[in-house]
């Protein structure tokens, strides 16, 4: 019984996985550029398992994958992928950079909304405090200096 059940993961992963090639060839566009849409054949969103896979690969996840499936999931460019945490930080530092470009100062007032909703002037003083303590990552510190922003 437990067989059938792994088989039937392995066959359902692979059929992701064939539908996942089949959009990016379709449409020629790579792993970080599917839109929230995309679904596979049985209406499951695309963008939706490739992040899950993204986590099953950096091993954040429930799903166990086989070195076959991490191997065939390089090839198409998962490991490109940002996680899902660097991804947010970068859609909350591009709403900065757009006040920042609109308003020419970053004195924020609290009204202000991120495209998720967080307040930009709460997320924008917990990288500066992160930054005051040393635990703001280095790729972050240097997006801010890239941008004189620091």
Same mark, same amino acid.
Request: glycine share 6%; charged share 25%.
């Given at each position: 019984m437990n067989n059938d059940k792994t088989g039937q993961n392995i066959k359902l992963w692979h059929n992701n996985y064939d539908d996942l090639c089949a959009y990016l060839s379709?449409? !020629?566009?790579?792993?970080?550029?599917?839109?929230? &849409?995309?679904?596979?054949?049985?209406?499951? @969103?695309?963008?939706?398992?490739?992040?899950?896979m993204k986590k099953a690969c950096d091993g954040k996840s429930k799903y166990k994958l086989t070195d076959e499936q991490i191997g065939l999931l390089k090839d198409i460019g998962i490991?490109?992928?940002?996680?899902?945490?660097?991804?947010?930080?970068?859609?909350?530092? !591009?709403?900065?950079?757009?006040?920042?470009?609109? &308003?020419?100062?970053?004195?924020?007032?609290? @009204?202000?909304l991120c495209s998720d909703g967080t307040k930009l002037l709460l997320w924008t003083r917990?990288?500066?405090?992160?930054?005051?303590?040393?635990?703001?990552?280095?790729?972050?510190?240097?997006?801010?200096?890239k941008h004189d922003l620091m």
């Amino acid at each position: 019984m437990n067989n059938d059940k792994t088989g039937q993961n392995i066959k359902l992963w692979h059929n992701n996985y064939d539908d996942l090639c089949a959009y990016l060839s379709e449409k !020629n566009c790579g792993i970080c550029d599917i839109p929230d &849409n995309a679904v596979n054949r049985n209406g499951k @969103s695309l963008k939706l398992w490739v992040y899950e896979m993204k986590k099953a690969c950096d091993g954040k996840s429930k799903y166990k994958l086989t070195d076959e499936q991490i191997g065939l999931l390089k090839d198409i460019g998962i490991d490109k992928l940002l996680s899902v945490t660097e991804t947010v930080w970068y859609a909350h530092f !591009n709403d900065l950079l757009s006040f920042y470009n609109e &308003n020419h100062h970053l004195n924020i007032p609290r @009204s202000v909304l991120c495209s998720d909703g967080t307040k930009l002037l709460l997320w924008t003083r917990q990288q500066r405090g992160k930054y005051q303590k040393h635990t703001l990552s280095e790729c972050h510190v240097n997006e801010f200096r890239k941008h004189d922003l620091m």
